[in-house]
């Protein structure tokens, strides 16, 4: 073991602050990183807070990691001493489940090992994410980074990225098609620029006029303000897709009457509140309301790859380390442009 460190947070209440905690040793698959940055998801505040009453504190956050190999395990293929790497949302599952075979380790069947706030069961105890100074996570669960893309800005693909690509990929988004995304945050201005590299005809709908011009210039061929009834009724039964992304509860029916016949809502956004469904929306028209969590390892280099071949990244803001809430306290406001990134520079040495 070694100790490592990074910021926490102790309970909802409390504001994350410098903390030292034990890693293991690199085992014979592992590898270290040394972490350069680590994007900001909203998942992180909802975790940090409790807002899904589900946090083991004290909570490490942070799933958009990208750094450097510091030492490789004695089995290790992938990747030397010096790589670029990085890691996302998942560092482990059972590899076994008929979903891990099938490279969906995202919905492994035996419990996936999550970044941060899960059960540990290489080491014991819970996982801590990357909001510190170094991680070690098995080669099976780490991406290579294209060599063309700036590294800060990659750190948001690793969940922002995935997130949006996997709904946009399953359900088979491309040219002819009109896709409407919901809410311009992280995951959001990600979705928007793959879905217009896709080929779809891309709406984004968002509560912030100030936003207007950045998505045109992201990717967006129209944008609705979705508080303007008339607005949103000029588009209603026309989507053969519609990806959500919204951090907080909303009205739903408003999106799934956008919806053609038989097409469907994706939910990636994960309020602490349910939605409320009217199910004439869904009835009348065979409409579909789904959801979406992450993607699997495979996909995520996928996505990766598409995002080296097409020139993409995060628009992002960087931030230091201490500078963690006032990042969060501006993404409950919804100002956010597009994706926080921290530089792990600023990380203290010590706690
Ligand atoms: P974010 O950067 O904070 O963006 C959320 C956006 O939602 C805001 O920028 C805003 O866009 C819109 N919004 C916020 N409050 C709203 C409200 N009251 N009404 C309508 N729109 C509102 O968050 P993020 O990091 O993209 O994450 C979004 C959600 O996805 C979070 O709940 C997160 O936990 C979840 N998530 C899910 C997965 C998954 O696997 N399913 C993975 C990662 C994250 P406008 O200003 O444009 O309206
Ligand atoms: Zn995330
Ligand atoms: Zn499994």
């Known amino acids: 073991m070694f100790t490592c460190v990074g910021y926490s947070s102790t309970s909802p209440e409390a504001p994350l602050k410098p903390v030292s905690f034990e890693r293991r040793d690199c085992g014979p698959t592992d590898v270290q990183i040394d972490i350069l940055y680590c994007g900001v998801c909203h998942s992180d ?7 899904w009453q589900n946090t083991m504190y004290p909570c490490v956050p942070g799933h958009e990691i990208v750094g450097k190999i510091s030492k490789v395990g004695s089995a290790v293929t992938k990747f030397k001493v010096g790589d670029l790497a990085g890691v996302g949302c998942l560092v482990d599952s059972c590899r076994d489940c008929p979903s891990c075979a099938e490279g969906l380790e995202n919905y ?4 996936q090992t999550f970044t941060y706030n899960s059960e540990d069961k290489v080491s014991g105890g819970i996982t801590f994410g990357g909001y510190s100074a170094a991680v070690v996570v098995d080669e099976a669960f780490t991406l290579r980074i294209p060599d063309n893309l700036d590294l800060a800005a990659v750190a948001p693909l690793l969940c922002a990225g995935i997130t949006t690509y996997s709904p946009l990929k399953h359900w088979k988004v491309g040219p002819g098609q009109k896709v409407g ?5 992280g995951l959001g201005h990600m979705a928007v620029k793959l879905a217009h590299a896709m080929g779809a005809h891309t709406v984004l709908f968002t509560t ?20 303007n009834p008339d607005e949103m ?3 209603a039964n026309s989507f053969d897709f519609i990806l959500d992304a919204v951090a907080a509860p909303h009205d739903i029916n408003a999106y ?3 919806l053609k016949r ?9 309020p602490d509140k349910p939605l409320a469904t009217n199910v004439f929306s869904l009835i009348f028209k065979r409409r579909n309301f789904a959801g979406s969590l992450i993607g699997g390892i495979a996909e995520t280099q996928e996505m990766l790859d598409f995002c080296g071949q097409h020139g993409i990244t995060a628009d992002i803001e960087m931030i230091r380390m201490d500078a963690i809430e006032d990042a969060f306290a501006r993404m409950v406001k ?7 990134v921290i530089d792990m520079k600023t990380l203290p040495t010590a706690a």
């Open 45 to 51: 505040l909802h975790q940090a807070r409790n807002e």
């Open 108 to 111: 492994c069947e035996k419990g």
């Open 181 to 185: 995304i919901v809410g311009l945050g």
């Open 208 to 227: 912030s006029p100030d936003k207007v011009a950045d998505a045109k210039a992201l990717g967006a061929d129209e944008v609705v303000l979705s508080k």
């Open 233 to 235: 009724a000029a588009h």
């Open 256 to 258: 799934l009457n956008l």
């Open 262 to 270: 038989d097409a469907t809502l994706c939910q990636v956004g994960a």
């Open 334 to 340: 919804s100002d956010v442009k597009y994706r926080f």
